[in-house]
């Protein structure tokens, strides 16, 4: 099983990222897939949430408006497009897939937002 991120980098405030999580080693298009980001001294917290079929998403408050997620279940990828981003969205961000109790992670990707 492999999840792993792509696309991360130091970007401007106000500008963009897209994210990438290519899947390998399990059914994709079952499972769930989140997105989470874990900011130096701070707890890793879910930024959103996308069902098997893709038809339900979900985001934290904080994101809502400049960040979609969405996915392509013939190539095993999901993806986090990021738009007007602001410093405090600098994390590291982490691709999730679930499954009833069977959860697997990426290893990450760095998102700096800095001028």
């Known amino acids: 099983v492999q999840l792993v991120e792509s696309g991360g980098g130091l970007v401007q405030p106000g500008g963009s990222l897209r994210l990438s999580c290519a899947a390998s080693?399990?059914?994709?298009?079952?499972?769930?897939m989140s997105w989470y980001r874990q900011a130096p001294g701070k707890e890793r917290e879910l930024v959103a949430h996308?069902?098997?079929?893709?038809?339900?998403?979900n985001y934290v408050d904080s994101v809502k408006g400049r960040f979609t997620i969405s996915r392509d279940n013939a190539k095993n990828t999901v993806y986090l497009q990021m738009n007007s981003l602001k410093p405090e969205d600098t994390a590291v961000y982490y691709c999730?897939?679930?499954?009833?109790?069977?959860?697997?992670w990426g290893q990450g990707t760095q998102v700096t937002v800095s001028s």
């Open positions: 999730k897939a679930t499954w009833n109790w069977v959860q697997y």
């Open positions: 080693g399990f059914s994709f298009s079952t499972y769930a």
């Open positions: 996308i069902s098997p079929a893709g038809g339900i998403t």
